[in-house]
């Protein structure tokens, strides 16, 4: 089956094209012809699945369509996780190819630019539930003119308590509207939610949660917690990783393990909760450029972070929803891509791992053989550390900084840069990482 079969405008097939997309993928083919013809639709699909452009192409359609075009908000698209709000906006004006202009409405940064881009004709509105609640009660969005409603990733938005934030939502928004959710998992909170929502949906069920990419290989150690660190050093050196992603349970051990590992000379960026949009950004943008090849994340990213070529996810702790584990690992081994799951397991995290294994009906290989112990390196500079996995107490830096020396900040600066680089260079350049010698990424 091609694109065309489905009769989209070709402005939106061109797009589609130019971007390497040959062929729709499952959820595509399911939900398309069903959101093209009206119809509400209840979809069972987890990320990676291809599902952004099976809501995306046919609201496009529909409003580049439209006879007397109106550049207001026609179509509200509702997400967890500030990063999938961004890409989920990028994908809208990309398939447009800039021609629909999409809002993005989330915490963490100021509001002014936001309201702008309103202001400016925004046709699209991607927004977490929190922000959009805010700049409803200033009066600063005008939601009368949405025809589409789509709820993306419902089941992780539940978990995050946003069921009364989307409550207070649907309830001011027009009562003809056509309604999309998307789920991982669907549960009876889920259905519940779809029933008050939804008007006679179509239930359509793609790659369903327990089960991971058949690309991905599976692997466990049985570690002790406190020696998990140590085997996360050794398997870095060891091993032939591309981008690899790391995750914890809690933001404050991510915080942990990017100090310890910036002790051992590896440099990693960061993103929970706590961080701040722009962090956030500037954190993925580097993972996604390949210049710190190394994130660790909580499940916040877990289905947030849409980025090719992860040769590698790391399960440094074990999550207590097995669901979750199927989501952290399928962000590697996309799109037909080989990738490489790995659990560290401490004897008090085993339940967790037997949960996972009936959930996916499959046990994971167990991995006896510990990697050599790898060499030291030199500590990550301070300066390094702030910029990237920002954890030093702010009074700290500020004392740093008031200390004189004589030498201006811009000598400093460039004398920490150019020190960067020779380290950098030395180790194989900035794109393979601090931990070993230049390794062949999935995505090169």
């Excluded at 050794?234 to 100090?259: C, I, Q, S």
């Excluded at 996309?334 to 959930?359: H, M, N, V, W």
Aim: aromatic share 4%; with cysteine; charged share 20%.
């Amino acid at each position: 089956m091609s694109f065309e079969q489905f009769a989209l405008h070709n402005s939106l097939v061109a797009a589609v094209r130019s971007q390497g997309y040959t062929s729709p993928t499952p959820i595509q083919t399911a939900a398309i012809p069903r959101v093209l013809a009206g119809r509400d639709i209840l979809a069972c699909a987890q990320t990676g699945t291809g599902k952004t452009a099976a809501f995306a192409l046919p609201i496009l359609n529909r409003i580049i369509s439209e006879t007397q075009r109106q550049r207001r908000p026609k179509a509200l698209v509702l997400v967890p996780t500030r990063e999938l709000a961004i890409q989920v906006a990028e994908s809208f004006e990309a398939y447009s190819n800039g021609d629909v202009r999409a809002a993005v409405l989330i915490g963490g940064v100021g509001q002014g630019q936001q309201v702008q881009s309103l202001r400016a004709g925004a046709e699209v509105i991607v927004a977490a539930p929190g922000r959009l609640l805010d700049l409803m009660q200033q009066n600063l969005v005008d939601l009368r003119g949405i025809h589409t409603l789509v709820l993306d990733e419902a089941d992780r938005m539940l978990d995050m308590g946003f069921i009364q934030p989307l409550k207070r939502i649907v309830a001011v928004l027009p009562r003809v509207r056509q309604n999309l959710m998307f789920s991982a998992t669907m549960p009876d909170a889920i259905r519940k939610l779809a029933n008050s929502i939804l008007q006679n949906p179509e239930s359509i069920a793609v790659n369903p949660v327990s089960q991971a990419a058949g690309t991905v290989t599976q692997r466990v150690y049985h570690v002790p917690q406190k020696q998990k660190h140590e085997l996360l050093r050794n398997l870095l050196a060891a091993e032939e990783m591309g981008r690899t992603l790391v995750f914890t349970r809690t933001k404050h051990g991510a915080d942990r393990l990017a100090r310890a590992l910036a002790q051992g000379g590896v440099e990693a960026v960061v993103i929970h909760g706590n961080k701040s949009q722009n962090n956030r950004v500037r954190a993925l943008e580097s993972f996604r450029s390949g210049r710190v090849p190394l994130l660790i994340a909580t499940d916040v990213a877990a289905r947030g972070i849409d980025v090719d070529g992860v040769s590698h996810v790391i399960n440094y702790e074990l999550p207590n929803e097995p669901e979750s584990y199927v989501h952290r690992i399928g962000r590697t081994g996309r799109a037909g891509a080989t990738g490489s799951a790995i659990a560290f397991c401490d004897p008090a995290e085993k339940d967790y791992l037997r949960q996972i294994e009936r959930l996916t009906r499959k046990q994971l290989q167990v991995v006896s053989d510990r990697p050599a112990q790898a060499p030291a390196r030199e500590p990550i500079r301070n300066s390094e550390r702030e910029e990237y996995a920002p954890h030093h107490d702010p009074r700290r830096r500020q004392q740093r900084r008031s200390q004189g020396s004589g030498q201006s900040q811009a000598s400093r600066s460039g004398g920490q840069q150019r020190q960067g680089q020779q380290r950098r260079q030395s180790s194989g350049g900035p794109t393979h990482g601090s931990w070993g010698p230049p390794r062949r990424s999935a995505s090169r």
